[in-house]
């Protein structure tokens, strides 16, 4: 389940870019540029919201919400135990198949 939410959250934010990128500032027209229509108040004209505004929307409330579930999920996601976490057990098995030698007195130590 965590690996499907982390493609729809991909599949969101590649969507959620692209619809802001197509998107037309409020400021983009001509005449906003002279002063004409509704460009003399403090936010612009606050008009209904056409469908890319309303998608985009969509698209950024799913967007965070998917962030907080799988932010979620992964602060409660128990680790899989791995073979590499205990390796003490692995090199006891290994010195015991060893072949134990006697240390050299300090005598046969060449100088």
Request: no cysteine.
């Amino acid at each position: 389940m965590y690996e499907v939410l982390i493609v729809i959250y991909l599949l969101v934010a590649i969507g959620l870019v692209g619809l802001i990128l197509i998107q037309q500032g409020k400021g983009a027209d001509m005449g906003a540029s002279f002063g004409a229509g509704a460009s003399g108040t403090l936010f612009g004209s606050s008009g209904s919201g056409n469908f890319l505004t309303r998608s985009t929307a969509v698209l950024a409330i799913g967007f965070f919400t998917l962030s907080l579930v799988i932010g979620n999920l992964s602060a409660n996601h128990a680790k899989q135990d791995n073979q590499w976490n205990d390796l003490g057990s692995a090199a006891e098995q290994v010195v015991d198949q060893a072949p134990v030698t006697q240390p050299k007195s300090e005598s046969e130590i060449p100088d």
